[in-house]
């Protein structure tokens, strides 16, 4: 069963980096695209952008300047940097598998509140 | 605002069945790339409810089903249960972004 882990602070500073990490397990991570989705409080989903196991990337325009993805495949993770964040960045982030038939699995998602 | 429309709610008494509708464009749905639809109970995870060409992964009982025509899409619920009472999210690739795109979510009520 394959299992995505989210790990990374829960509270973040305005204009500082938002730094999140996912831990996949039960799959290797050198197969598929591997996503982060976010949902703000209240509202519905945004995907954020992907990255496949060769470090190749992809991001959501809206976002594509303050965004940065990475892989580490030998510890079965990747990773997202978002920077100079606002209130508005304050979401549950997702990390995802996508197979081209949609998003398989997610993990349980963790809130980032972005506040001084 | 989302590139995909959805009805923000939509509401159905036991066992009726309802639809919700999902509106895109000649970039994304309208291009022809797939529609993929997810249930999500608040505080849970999402749940990839229907992907491609109205596949439903295992486990997804048939009550669910999808269908899409030009620029737009359309799930299908009968019987309609109380577990039932979530949010629906539909999404699908657009060419113009050249990344995943998903509709701004409905919310269904059993009444």
């Known amino acids: 069963q394959v299992q995505l882990q989210e790990s990374g602070p829960g509270l973040v500073k305005p204009s500082e980096t938002l730094s999140l990490t996912c831990t996949v397990s039960?799959?290797?991570?050198?197969?598929?695209?591997w996503s982060w989705i976010r949902q703000p409080p209240g509202k519905g989903l945004e995907w954020i952008g992907y990255?496949?196991?060769?470090?190749?990337?992809n991001y959501n325009p809206s976002l594509k300047s303050r965004v940065t993805m990475s892989v580490d495949t030998s510890r079965n993770q990747f990773s997202l940097q978002l920077g100079s964040v606002t209130a508005a960045d304050t979401a549950v982030y997702y990390c995802?598998?996508?197979?081209?038939?949609?998003?398989?699995?997610w993990g349980q998602g963790t809130l980032v509140t972005v506040s001084s | 605002q989302s590139v995909l429309t959805q009805p923000p709610s939509v509401s159905g008494a036991p066992g009726q069945r309802v639809t919700i509708s999902c509106t895109g464009s000649?970039?994304?749905?309208?291009?022809?790339?797939?529609v993929h639809w997810y249930q999500h109970h608040p505080g849970t995870a999402p749940k990839l409810l229907i992907y491609?060409?109205?596949n439903r992964p295992s486990g997804v009982p048939d009550r669910f089903s999808d269908s899409k025509s030009g620029t737009s899409a359309s799930l299908a619920i009968t019987g309609l249960q109380s577990e039932d009472e979530a949010d629906y999210y539909c999404?699908?690739?657009?060419?113009?972004?050249?990344?995943?795109?998903f509709g701004g979510g409905t919310k269904l009520t059993v009444l």
């Open positions: 990255i496949y196991s060769t470090g190749s990337t």
């Open positions: 491609g060409n109205s």
């Open positions: 000649s970039s994304n749905i309208g291009a022809g790339y797939d």
């Open positions: 995802v598998r996508e197979d081209g038939g949609g998003i398989d699995y």
């Open positions: 999404q699908s690739y657009d060419s113009r972004l050249s990344g995943s795109v």
């Open positions: 039960g799959d290797s991570i050198s197969l598929y695209y």
